[in-house]
């Protein structure tokens, strides 16, 4: 008999031995036999999948703005915001601070595109308010008190990331039957290791490029249309203002090749179909033919201090969705727990009764 | 001469179809049996009415029966034999009770036939049995034969499932009621609450990129699924025909006349 040692088990991991007899590799740990074919299969196709991921971008180079723009310093919050000449900041869009000073322009890259605002101030304040209805635990002098006029349009930098992205990743899966006799129920259960490759593209994912704007509440005005994108020019800036990007592509494709990652997970674990229960063992991700764009997307900010906190809303300027935290009013919470609770004892009392 | 005999066909074609889902109920057949002469009128007329009450009440026959011995035979041999022998009954599967005390074995047996095996289960019938036995102890046969019919009305009448326990406990106040009409309604409401309040706030960062796919671009290039082992566990059937807990009906047997009968006894 001649030991093999140089494959390992799919199932537990450990050497598997050549058994003689059977023709075939037995693991001693956990008493599964395979086919040689089949372990050198699963050994090329799960080679190195542990090994963790990969990603390739390019490195942007971008041209620098030179175009007729004026730049705009907030004292309060640092954030450098870029108009065109004609356009006057009063307030900084990121802080409310209302003094902002003129400053020199430096270091800024000129977007490479940019999507222009679809929706208006007053669609903004009108969506604000929609967003705002139907709100129960809302405190009823909030709407009133929101000084929805003060909106600022502003187009925050974001990187846009196109990628080809492969996957490969090993499940444990199970298969349950039952069945019963007249003295017995029975259940089998099958173990199977799983492996799936496969891969996809992925176009524009956006990541935004300042440190000041909040990156959930970035993520949570998407998606843009991008139908709608535009070569980038000034004259798209008028009326409204610019932030300049202060986190760098590099430091922002960390994010994106996250969300890459988790998405070509999902896509793998959907062909791992007709088991009863699959467990995710291991993953790897390659990332390829990575570019990247630099865009202006447009948002409408909001700021308001309701009871001494302050609360930001931001509406996506193309779609108009509003995201933002609403405050709750302590009353309205307590008064409609106690009114579900009297419902709720009301109909459990009846129940007990009719019982 | 054609319509009388097309309404004669017609009469005797509709009794051939409603004749299997006719009552088999037969009123002069007695429904109290004192073989003891342990009764007394008073008591006897008191049964009959009881009995006719309860059929009224629950499409059921009532019998009772006082019986000094039981000739070698078992309690249940010896209900069900009555019952199928005595012609009782109704509807297509003869559905009622037998209540029987034999003085001299000091045993009572409860036969339940048709609609009345799923109507009350073997818990119901320990609890009829319950009801009966400080009677039964002070040898008051009439009073016994009285709450035996009483119980075993209340039992049909409450709904299968409802639990071990004596009937008035439906309205009993006990420390898991309470538990109940405290918590669930605190349950409840927070969930109600929590979900307001999450409706608060619509920001949630993104862990997929799935709206930056390009649609169709999506290939699997690899897919191999190897089989590891198997196992199989056996656990013992629970018995078939078993009432278990009060729900879904009780158990059942079939008397030597063929018939299939439920119930249960006990001595006192």
Known sequence: ?355 | MKRTVFVFSLVLALLFVLAPTASAYDPTLPRVIDKTGLLSDYEKEKLKDYSEEFRFDHSMDCVVMLVTTMGGKSAMAFADDAYDEGGYGMGADNAGILILISVGDREVYISTCGAAIDAISDDEIELILDEMMYSLSDEDWGAAFIEGIDAAGRMIDRPNGSGYGSYDDGNKVTPGKIAALVLFPAVISGIVLAVMCYKMNNERGKRTAADYAVSGSFALSGALDIFLSSSVTKTPRAESSSGGGGGGGGSSHVSSGGVSHGGGGRHF
């Open chain 1, 1 to 355: 008999m001649e030991d093999i040692r140089n494959h390992k088990c799919p199932g537990c991991g450990s050497p598997l031995r050549f058994d003689a007899g059977a023709q075939s590799l037995v693991c001693d740990a956990c008493g599964s036999h395979f086919d040689i074919s089949t372990v050198e299969q699963y050994d090329e196709a799960a080679d190195g999948i542990d090994g963790g991921d990969t990603s390739s971008w390019e490195t942007y180079g971008g041209v620098p703005w030179e175009d007729g723009v004026a730049v705009h310093v907030c004292p309060s919050c640092g954030a450098e915001i870029v108009t065109d000449p004609t356009t006057a900041v009063t307030k900084c869009p990121y802080c409310d601070n209302v003094t902002v000073i003129e400053g020199n322009l430096s270091g800024v890259l000129r977007p490479d595109c940019v999507i222009p605002f679809s929706v208006t101030a007053e669609d903004a304040r009108r969506l604000m308010a929609e967003y705002c209805r139907n709100k129960p635990l809302l405190p009823k002098n909030f709407i009133n008190e929101l000084h929805i006029e003060e909106t600022q349009g502003l187009y925050i930098p974001f990187w846009l990331f196109d990628c080809r992205a492969d996957g490969r990743a090993t499940y444990l899966a199970t298969k349950v039957r039952h069945w019963s006799d007249r003295k017995y129920d029975y259940t089998e259960t099958r173990r199977f290791r799983v492996y799936r490759r496969g891969g996809m593209a992925f176009s524009k994912i956006p990541a935004d490029g300042s440190r000041k704007a909040d990156d959930t509440m970035m993520e949570s005005i998407e998606p843009y249309d991008y139908r709608g994108m535009k070569e980038f020019g000034t004259g798209y800036l008028s009326g409204f203002v610019a932030d300049k990007y202060d986190v760098g592509a590099d430091e922002s494709k960390a994010r994106a090749d996250a969300r890459v990652k988790n998405s070509i997970e999902a896509a793998l674990l959907t062909t791992v179909i007709g088991y009863s229960s699959v467990i995710p063992t291991g993953s790897s991700v390659k990332i390829t033919d990575g570019t990247v764009r630099y865009a202006m997307l447009p948002v409408w900010l909001l700021h308001y201090t309701y009871r001494g906190e302050r609360f930001t809303y931001a509406i996506n300027g193309q779609t108009g969705r509003v995201v933002g935290k609403l405050p709750i009013s302590r009353g309205r919470a307590a008064a409609w727990f106690a009114g579900i609770y009297a419902a709720a004892a009301a109909l459990v009392a009846l129940i007990m009764f009719l019982l």
